[in-house]
T-cell receptor
Framework: DSGVTQTPKHLITATGQRVTLRCSPR?????VYWYQQSLDQGLQFLIQ???????AKGNILERFSAQQFPDLHSELNLSSLELGDSALYFC?????????????FGQGTRLTVV | SQELEQSPQSLIVQEGKNLTINCTSS?????LYWYKQKYGEGLIFLMM?????EEKSHEKITAKLDEKKQQSSLHITASQPSHAGIYLC???????????FGTGTRLQVFP
C-alpha cells in the first residue's frame, strides 16, 4: 500500500459527459501529480500541484482541469469526454516541491468512455 | 522537451537468466527513477539515481546511471516470475518539476 488513495477505481461513462477523479496523497505529502496511461501513449504527465498551487503542466487537454484543496487532496475533472479519453489515470504524491524523492503512486482510476 | 526512450520494448526470458533494460534521455539527466508496474496497477518505486556513475541495488535488481551518456540501465540477475511486469524509467529536468516517463519495457519470465 503506497498510502495514495484514488477513487473511484473504475468509471464507465458516455461520450460528452463530465467526471471527477479524486486523489488523496500520502499523509504529509504536499505535491500531487496526475498521469494518464493509455496503451498507445504510455504514461503521460498531465499536471502537478504543490500545496494548493499549480506547479507544472504537461500534456493536459483544455477539457481537463485539476485542483488541489486545502486538505491537500486533489481532483481531476474531465469534461466533454471522448472515446479516446479512455485510459488509466494515476495520481502520485511526494513531500517536496521538487522531485528529489520518490513519488508514490495510487492504484489508478480506470476510465472507460462508451 | 525531454524524452526518454527505453529498450527493448518487450523482453521474454527464461527463469534464471540475466537481463538488462536501458533508458536513454534526450537531455541531461538530473534524477533518474525506476518503477515497476503490474499490468493495470499502480507503479511501485524501485530506485532513484542522482549522480553520474551512481549504482544501486535492491535484491536482484541493479541500476546504474551514466550521466555522460544520458543513460541508465536496469539489470536483473537470475530472473524470476515475480520480476515480470512493466519497467518504467522516469526523469525530472533541472528547471522543471515534471516527472516524465519512458515508453516502458514489458518483461515476461517463463519457468
Amino acid at each position: 500500500d503506497s498510502g495514495v488513495t484514488q477513487t473511484p477505481k473504475h468509471l464507465i461513462t458516455a461520450t460528452g459527459q463530465r467526471v471527477t477523479l479524486r486523489c488523496s496523497p500520502r499523509s504529509g505529502d504536499l505535491s500531487v501529480y496526475w498521469y494518464q496511461q493509455s496503451l498507445d501513449q504510455g504514461l503521460q504527465f498531465l499536471i502537478q500541484y504543490y500545496n494548493g498551487e499549480e506547479r507544472a503542466k504537461g500534456n493536459i487537454l483544455e477539457r481537463f482541469s485539476a485542483q488541489q484543496f486545502p486538505d491537500l487532496h486533489s481532483e481531476l475533472n474531465l469534461s466533454s469526454l471522448e472515446l479516446g479519453d479512455s485510459a488509466l489515470y494515476f495520481c502520485a504524491s511526494n513531500g517536496g516541491s521538487r522531485l528529489n524523492t520518490e513519488a508514490f503512486f495510487g492504484q489508478g482510476t480506470r476510465l472507460t468512455v462508451v | 522537451s525531454q524524452e526518454l526512450e527505453q529498450s527493448p520494448q518487450s523482453l521474454i526470458v527464461q527463469e534464471g537468466k540475466n537481463l538488462t533494460i536501458n533508458c536513454t534521455s534526450s537531455k541531461t539527466l538530473y534524477g533518474l527513477y525506476w518503477y515497476k508496474q503490474k499490468y493495470g496497477e499502480g507503479l511501485i518505486f524501485l530506485m532513484m539515481l542522482q549522480k553520474g556513475g551512481e549504482e544501486k541495488s535492491h535484491e536482484k535488481i541493479t541500476a546504474k546511471l551514466d550521466e555522460k551518456k544520458q543513460q541508465s540501465s536496469l539489470h536483473i540477475t537470475a530472473s524470476q516470475p515475480s520480476h515480470a511486469g512493466i519497467y518504467l524509467c522516469g526523469a525530472d529536468g533541472r528547471n522543471t518539476d515534471k516527472l516524465i516517463f519512458g515508453t516502458g519495457t514489458r518483461l515476461q519470465v517463463f519457468p
